[in-house]
């Protein structure tokens, strides 16, 4: 079987660390999960390659529509992988490990934050299914985006979404 | 100091997380801020179109929605939290508002989208305005994820959204279009018009650089001739603990729209 994969590779070479803020990443708990994860079927050695690099944890799903294409955009902090599923929809996942702002957790908006911070939360907005969440230090999107997105339960209903959620794997990431 | 990564895989990242505080008078020369007169000429121009020409930019405070039913807004917050954010629409007039709670919407007053009442200043926040999902940073725990924005006559198809900072198009959905700031911030663009989208995902765009026309595509449906312009950040509360969250963006809104019309965008 022949993947339809599209690899974006982004050239430039350095990191300012000073003027970006990088999020702590709990390598110990992720070694665990990796030797959980097992995929259904195993990623392309040119896409687990590139994605071995980066510097946290990249979830993907395991359970993935396999002839779908799909698209990586990545830095060593951050990627965003979407699928184009056949059947009108997209699937996306976004990983980040930099921060832009900090806050005190002991204001008020802290204090919602941190709340905020334990939940999983599936939301139908704007027509689309997504939720967002943190892992081992870093911050996660997963979002489906539909074709028609009144009537596709994909982007009405949760289901969908929860079930690529509950089989996310650690498919790459280096310390 | 610059930590030199030998990665063939790596996107050079800067920009830093500054906050600036709106000055009480607002700051801009010539622009009143705050003021809720309308003082401009509102023309029809030949085909029915709504054009507000002239007016002077007029704001009401961020955390103040109208109509007051549309929901509680996050009083007082005068941070600029994006202080150098260029406006994601590529010229002025532009108008923000209610969708939902303005003429025409589904809880607004009865009429079309493109009543004139719609096209006018001041500008109205409705980034906490009630939905049904959680937002941690509105008083009731739900809220609109990002602002509403019409451009400056109702014709779809016409007005340009642009990058609102370098970075990368990091996807592109049916109607959604995101930008990943060199900052390291998700804007994200929605409505627009899907053919007209200019760039392509992984492409490297410039501040003030055309993404695609703002419309009213939803997927196969249709909304009201607008923008929706979000932005998420990480927000960093130490202890390994952070949350990625929308940022409220109409105060960094206004302050953009201020530029741009001061040709300074
Ligand atoms: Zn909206």
């Given at each position: 079987m022949s993947h339809k994969f599209y690899t974006i590779l982004l050239l430039s070479s350095f990191l300012n660390a000073e003027t970006l803020g990088l999020l702590d990443i709990n390598w110990k708990q992720v070694n665990k999960e990796v030797v959980m994860s097992k995929p259904q079927k195993a990623y392309p050695k040119k896409l687990t390659d590139v994605i071995g690099k980066m510097t946290l944890p990249v979830y993907l799903p395991s359970n993935y529509l396999y002839e779908s294409k799909y698209t990586l955009i990545a830095d060593a902090n951050f990627y965003t992988m979407s699928y184009h599923l056949e059947d009108n929809a997209r699937l996306s996942i976004t990983g980040d490990r930099t921060f832009q702002d900090t806050l005190n957790p002991n204001t008020t908006d802290g204090q919602s934050l941190l709340k905020a911070s334990k939940m999983i939360e599936f939301y139908p907005a704007e027509g689309l299914m997504s939720t967002d969440f943190g892992r081992n230090g870093a911050n996660y999107t997963l979002l489906v985006e539909c074709y028609d997105s009144i009537s596709d339960k994909r982007c009405t209903d949760k289901t969908f979404l929860q079930n690529i959620y509950n089989k996310l794997i650690i498919v790459g990431g280096t310390k | 100091m610059r930590k030199v990564l030998p990665f063939f895989i790596l996107l050079l990242l800067s920009g830093c997380a500054t906050k600036t505080v709106v000055p009480e008078n607002g700051g801009a020369e010539h622009i009143e801020v705050g003021d809720d007169s309308f003082g401009g000429e509102v023309q029809d121009s030949q085909n029915g179109i709504i054009v507000d020409?002239?007016?002077?930019?007029?704001?009401?405070?961020?955390?103040?929605?109208?109509?007051?039913?549309?929901?509680?807004?996050?009083?007082?917050?005068?941070?600029?939290?994006?202080?150098?954010?260029?406006?994601?629409?590529?010229?002025?007039?532009?108008?923000?508002?209610?969708?939902?709670?303005?003429?025409?919407?589904?809880?607004?007053?009865?009429g079309k989208s493109c009543?004139?009442?719609?096209?006018?200043?001041?500008?109205?926040?409705?980034?906490?305005?009630?939905?049904?999902?959680?937002?941690?940073?509105?008083?009731?725990?739900?809220?609109?994820?990002?602002?509403?924005?019409?451009?400056?006559?109702?014709?779809?198809?016409?007005?340009?959204?642009?990058?609102?900072?370098?970075?990368?198009?990091?996807?592109?959905?049916?109607?959604?279009?995101?930008?990943?700031?060199?900052?390291?911030?998700?804007?994200?663009?929605?409505?627009?018009?899907?053919?007209?989208?200019?760039?392509?995902?992984?492409?490297?765009?410039?501040?003030?650089?055309r993404i695609g026309l703002v419309s009213d595509n939803m997927g196969g449906t249709k909304t009201s001739i607008h923008l929706h312009f979000d932005v998420q950040q990480t927000v960093n509360l130490g202890n390994g603990v952070s949350k990625k969250v929308f940022v409220q963006i109409y105060t960094s809104m206004v302050d953009a729209y201020k530029r741009l019309l001061n040709g300074r965008p």
């Open positions: - | 020409k002239g007016a002077k930019f007029s704001s009401t405070p961020a955390g103040v929605l109208y109509p007051s039913k549309s929901g509680k807004g996050r009083a007082n917050d005068n941070t600029i939290y994006i202080p150098s954010m260029r406006f994601p629409i590529e010229k002025a007039p532009a108008y923000i508002n209610s969708q939902v709670y303005g003429v025409g919407g589904i809880n607004g007053e009865k009543d004139k009442k719609n096209y006018q200043y001041p500008w109205h926040d409705n980034f906490c305005e009630t939905r049904t999902w959680g937002m941690p940073m509105c008083p009731s725990g739900k809220g609109h994820q990002g602002v509403d924005v019409r451009p400056m006559s109702c014709e779809k198809a016409k007005y340009w959204a642009v990058a609102t900072e370098n970075g990368i198009i990091s996807y592109i959905g049916s109607y959604t279009v995101s930008l990943r700031g060199d900052s390291g911030r998700i804007y994200r663009y929605m409505h627009l018009d899907s053919p007209s989208v200019i760039v392509k995902e992984g492409a490297k765009v410039k501040r003030g650089e």
